[in-house]
T-cell receptor
């Protein structure tokens, strides 16, 4: 059974600070890792994906992957109120046919 | 980002009725997916569809569900005899490059 675990929060962060979101996964065969953002009542929106150990930066977002620890994280720098949302961690084991396995998400609140 | 629409945006049905949810991508894609999200719960993979055939399906995707691409453009999810527990948001998703999946806006299904 593939599992993806996230702290459900809420995680409250002051505006301008760094928000740190964490995720662990159970399937060592997982190959690709994704962070989606979901606003209430909306569909998941892809923010970042990462395949290799280490860091990957895109604007204010940095994804970090440690396959040995089965751990993925997302850092959001200079947090803005518009970043307030639920952040979903997702993993995939194989290629295009496989569905994503999602965590329940972390609810992030950026305090103005 | 590709454009994809889902219709209807909200479907209300009586228990035991059949519903058809539609996904219309603007351009052709290799893989299509259906996911559901019960209110307050995680996004769950239902099925992937490639070249007019089911590629992978989850345990949730039982005999009451079916998928089709009836006219080469629309991509449909049919639930034959709806149950109360089928009430959820249903998202179609498209495969993009590098194993990323892009989600449509979703259909909210309410079974009474």
């Amino acid at each position: 059974q593939k599992e993806v675990e996230q702290n459900s929060g809420p995680l409250s962060v002051p505006e301008g600070a760094i928000a740190s979101l964490n995720c662990t996964y159970s399937d060592r065969g997982s190959q690709s890792f994704f962070w989606y953002r979901q606003y209430s009542g909306k569909s998941p929106e892809l923010i970042m994906f990462i395949y290799s150990n280490g860091d990957k930066e895109d604007g204010r977002f940095t994804a970090q992957l440690n396959k040995a620890s089965q751990y993925v994280s997302l850092l959001i720098r200079d947090s803005q109120p518009s970043d307030s949302a639920t952040y979903l961690c997702a993993v995939i084991t194989g290629g295009g046919a496989d569905g994503l396995t999602f965590g329940k998400g972390t609810h992030l609140i950026i305090q103005p | 980002e590709p454009e994809v629409t889902q219709t209807p945006s909200h479907q209300v049905t009586q228990m035991g009725q059949e519903v058809i949810l539609r996904c219309v991508p603007i351009s052709n894609h290799l893989y299509f997916y259906w996911y559901r999200q019960i209110l307050g719960q995680k996004v769950e993979f239902l099925v992937s569809f490639y070249n007019n055939e089911i590629s992978e399906k989850s345990e949730i995707f039982d005999d009451q569900f079916s998928v089709e691409r009836p006219d080469g453009s629309n991509f449909t999810l049919k639930i034959r005899s709806t149950k109360l527990e089928d009430s959820a948001m249903y998202f179609c998703a498209l495969w993009l490059e590098a194993d990323t999946q892009y989600f449509g806006p979703g259909t909210r299904l309410t079974v009474l």
